[in-house]
Each structure stands twice: as C-alpha cells, then as structure tokens.
C-alpha cells in the first residue's frame, strides 16, 4: 500500500523560509517521479515542481523558479521542498505527490498516481 505524508507546514511572515518533507512508503519511491501542487479553496490545484525518479531532472512552475527547490533522499524515502523568500500568493495546501512518468517530466495533476493529505502554508504580509 502507498501512503505519502506531508510534514512542514506552518506560518510565516513574507520572505521567510520554510522546508516540507514527504515521506513515501510502498513500493515507489525509487522509480516513480515525485512533485508538489498546492491549492487554495476555489481554485484548481496548481503545479509547483518535480523531480525525476533519480533526481537528475527538476521541473518548476514560472511562479516558483528561483525560490523553491525540490530534493530526494533515497535511503529515507523522502522528497523535500525548500521554499525561500515566501510571499502571501504562496499561501495554500500543499500535496506531495507521485508519478511514474520521468520521460518527460509531467506538470499536469492527472500524471500523477498517488497524493497525499496536504499540508497548510500560510504566509503572512
């Protein structure tokens, strides 16, 4: 069974830091691309980034690149987001999720086969 589950979340004021950890359990960490999307009520889940199942590949949304950062750690079955210089439209639910595509790395929400629980980002002006 695949669970993912996001940890991090929190508060903080414009320009802060803050660094979200999803922990994959099952069967695919090793070989299955993991993102982040975020949503904020009444709007569609937005692409944030991914990375490819070995790392090598990262892919970021226009209004990420330069601030956000995706990693993996293998041996813990972890996938990271280090978000730097945050601002109040970074506010949202943010989702780990997975996808066993990495040729070319997806964006769309339905490339992605497992999703977690989300975790709360609110940033504060």
């Known amino acids: 069974q695949v669970q993912l589950v996001e940890a991090g979340g929190g508060s903080v004021q414009t320009g802060g830091s803050l660094r979200l950890s999803c922990l994959a359990s099952g069967h695919i960490f090793s070989t299955y691309a993991m993102g982040w999307f975020r949503q904020v009520p009444g709007k569609e889940r937005e692409f944030v980034g991914v990375i490819s199942w070995n790392g090598g590949n990262t892919l970021y949304a226009d209004s990420v690149k330069g601030r956000f950062t995706i990693s993996r750690e293998h041996a813990n079955n972890t996938v990271y987001l280090q978000m730097n210089d945050l601002k109040p439209e970074d506010t949202a639910v943010y989702y780990c999720?997975?996808?066993?595509?990495?040729?070319?790395?997806?964006?769309?929400?339905?490339?992605?086969?497992?999703w977690g629980q989300g975790t709360q980002v609110t940033v504060s002006s």
């Open positions: 999720a997975a996808s066993p595509f990495s040729r070319p790395l997806g964006s769309r929400a339905d490339a992605f086969s497992y």
